[in-house]
């Protein structure tokens, strides 16, 4: 930006004041008193004229003069702006010190920007802080999906019941019939009051007593006639077999009929003891004949549990309706007979003992 002192701007106008005043009383000199007399057209080139030649001898006036490097071209924000140096050499045709003390003394300068606050360092007391509760970030949550519709659970099996150990020894567990029959129940997984209730009607009210000799292997070989009241005969014919002596007992309900060799006090036939010793075996591995009352009650068991199939059994101590009628049936070959119904006296007994 160009920069002219202000003293020499107040001489030009003064000069140019004092130029145009002499040319307006030149023209009023030289047409009289009346100033509106004044031509214009003249006065306009005179005072061109007059211009012209004080511009000529200002010019010439401010050669002569030596002036220090008051105008100056500077880019705006130039880093030589402010000089580094404040003392700067004098060279020749430089103004005396007196005429620098009527002189500005340095260019005017840009002025600096504000400069920045910085924060305070003392510490402020967190005490004096409001306290003010945090807003947790919104965090997107997941698509809800739909419940899965859990599946129907498989009904739990039943509790694996404890086996006993298989029944080696030539003496059988129990001296009565009740202590004989709940041991086989307990074994085979079924019903004392089935067992109780097939008992008493096939062999009655016999062997109530002490029959602990009646539940030994062999009994039968040195018995006498005891195996017509041990039941050691079959029912049928009444015939004993030949291991036991041979003859016969007197009480025969069949003495024409086909021999099945049904005996013991569950009725149970020879061909019922063969089938059935696959699963016999578990509870009698030595030895098995249905001559023992022990052995007779197993044989008889697992029978029925076979017959039984499919039927519900809901546990080993209680059978339903359906089933106990089912396995009557089956074990006397029909429920209906001359003088009654088989099945029915079966449940009917089974629901006595089984209390």
């Known amino acids: 930006?160009?920069?002219?002192?202000?003293?020499?701007?107040?001489?030009?106008?003064?000069?140019?004041?004092?130029?145009?005043?002499?040319?307006?009383?030149?023209?009023?000199?030289?047409?009289?008193?009346?100033?509106?007399?004044?031509?214009?057209?003249?006065?306009?080139?005179?005072?061109?004229?007059?211009?012209?030649?004080?511009?000529?001898?200002?010019?010439?006036?401010?050669?002569?003069?030596?002036?220090?490097?008051?105008?100056?071209?500077?880019?705006?924000?130039?880093?030589?702006?402010?000089s580094e140096n404040p003392q700067q050499e004098i060279s020749p045709g430089s103004p005396s010190p007196q005429e620098w003390e009527t002189l500005p003394t340095s260019p005017i300068e840009k002025p600096t920007s504000t400069p920045a606050v910085l924060a305070p360092t003392n510490t402020v007391p967190t005490s004096s802080i409001p306290h003010y509760p945090t807003i947790p970030p919104q965090v997107p949550t997941a698509k809800p999906q739909p419940t899965a519709i859990p599946k129907p659970t498989k009904p739990p099996k039943p509790t694996a019941i404890p086996q006993e150990p298989p029944v080696t020894s030539d003496t059988r567990p129990g001296s009565t019939i009740e202590e004989i029959l709940r041991d086989v129940s307990k074994r085979a997984c079924i019903p004392y009051g089935l067992l109780m209730a097939t008992r008493t009607i096939e062999s009655g009210a016999w062997l109530n007593g002490n029959i602990a000799q009646y539940n030994v292997y062999g009994w039968w070989k040195d018995a006498g006639q005891g195996v017509c009241a041990g039941l050691a005969y079959y029912t049928q014919s009444g015939l004993i077999p030949p291991d036991s002596g041979g003859g016969s007992c007197t009480n025969g309900v069949q003495p024409g009929a086909y021999d099945q060799k049904i005996m013991g006090i569950m009725q149970v036939s020879e061909q019922e003891e063969?089938?059935?010793?696959?699963?016999?075996?578990?509870?009698?591995?030595?030895?098995?004949?249905?001559r023992v009352l022990f052995d007779n009650a197993v044989i008889y068991a697992m029978a029925t549990k076979g017959r039984a199939g499919k039927s519900p059994q809901t546990s080993c101590s209680d059978w339903p309706e359906e089933t106990i009628k089912l396995v009557a049936e089956k074990h006397y070959g029909a429920c209906k007979y001359a003088t009654g119904n088989y099945c029915n006296e079966v449940w009917e007994m089974y629901k006595k003992f089984n209390k």
Do not use: C, W
């Open 1 to 82: 930006m160009l920069s002219i002192n202000p003293r020499i701007r107040i001489g030009i106008v003064l000069i140019s004041a004092f130029l145009i005043s002499g040319v307006v009383m030149k023209y009023t000199q030289d047409s009289g008193t009346v100033a509106p007399q004044i031509h214009v057209e003249n006065l306009m080139s005179d005072f061109t004229q007059s211009l012209s030649d004080s511009k000529t001898r200002i010019m010439t006036s401010l050669q002569s003069i030596h002036l220090p490097s008051l105008i100056s071209f500077s880019p705006p924000n130039s880093s030589n702006q402010t």
């Open 274 to 290: 063969q089938v059935t010793r696959k699963n016999t075996i578990k509870i009698l591995s030595k030895n098995i004949d249905r």
